[in-house]
């Protein structure tokens, strides 16, 4: 059985690979060209201590664990820009997740200004802002860098939890509404990637994605492997997920790196077929011992003068049997 934290093991340690990492930005910023480098990726401490807005008197430290955070450096027309990217990995369906990331990444823009206001107090570059710069430790001219976070969702079902704050709320009126600013989420589930999406992946995950979302297809999964050649030499940490959401029980040789996953699937169909034989072979054994009882009791029971109704109740409570299934069997036997 793989256990929830295990799925979580898995999952941080497969989207942390730069190289997948920065597919599933491209993917979901670019249309899948290859804008963000995995080369100018760095990774973030994820563990968000922040003090919210407040005097020093009323200012209380909040801190929060993120899955992924990685900041980006992207070269754009000659211009170079600057992204923070948050990854939060779902195992299962979150149903209050616009609130938890809107949370994270104001957490993080929090944590950039009180970043920005130390490195003002440590500078004691005072001469010439305004009362309101010194108060709020953040100068007119100082910029925050954008924070975006993806959920990549790792089950084979469909998303149906809210993709807004918005959604969440049960007042609908508008004008109501155009006074609350909404959050949404950003979204990469297996469910909802068609081959033509898919083509926009340029690394494993683009299998990985395919392989859960076609998991309960064993046709289509099949003709999956075999006309994907990448298939047959994937990475043992996305194989690790693969196994995870899809209880699929591939081999993983721990001397190798990379697995043939035609191979494994074979192995796997095997050792099913294996598993069969053997539970055929032990029930077959099962109900041999079960009916030997049957014989041994009705036997019994018309030794010591028991009459066939009386006898057909002590086989069906015994064997927990049907009322006319121990009538069978006990009609069998009594003649």
Partial sequence: MI????????TKKYMSDNNVFADAFNFL???????????????????????????????????KIRDLLKSAEIKEDGENIYLILGVEN????????????????????????ESTA??????????????????????????LIPVIT??????????????????????????????VNDYRINLIAPY???????????????EVLLYIKNSNDKKKLRNLVQNDKKFSRLERDAVNVINAFTNSKLKINK??????????????????????????????????????????????????GASFSDTVKE???EFKLTEEEAKAKVKEIWQ
């Avoid at 779902?90 to 944590?111: G, K, V």
């Fill in 255 to 304: 001397n190798q790196e990379v697995v043939d996953m035609c191979q494994a699937i074979q192995d796997m169909l095997e050792d099913s077929k294996n598993e069969g034989r053997l539970e055929g072979r032990l029930e077959g054994r099962l109900e041999g011992k079960i009916e030997g009882g049957i014989i041994s009791m009705v036997k019994m029971c018309k030794k010591f």
């Fill in 150 to 179: 993806l959920v990549v969702y790792f089950g084979a079902d469909e998303w149906t939890a809210p993709r807004s704050i918005f959604e969440m709320f049960k007042i609908k009126n508008k004008e109501i509404l155009s006074f």
């Fill in 315 to 317: 086989v069906s409570a």
């Fill in 29 to 63: 910023i670019y249309d899948g060209r290859e804008v963000i480098k995995p080369e100018n990726l760095k990774t973030l401490d994820t563990s968000v201590l922040s003090v919210p807005f407040g005097d020093k008197n009323t200012q209380a430290p909040v801190q």
């Fill in 192 to 206: 909802e990637l068609d081959d033509e999406k898919a083509e926009k992946l340029h690394s494993n995950l683009k």
């Fill in 118 to 143: 130390k490195s003002h107090r440590k500078a004691k570059d005072y001469r010439g802002v305004s009362t309101g710069e010194f108060l709020s430790g953040f100068y007119k001219d100082d910029e």
């Fill in 90 to 113: 779902q195992s299962e369906i979150h149903y209050a997740i616009p609130a938890r990331n809107m949370l994270y990444d104001s957490l993080e823009y929090a944590r950039q200004i």
């Fill in 3 to 10: 256990y929830l934290k295990d799925k979580d093991t898995y």
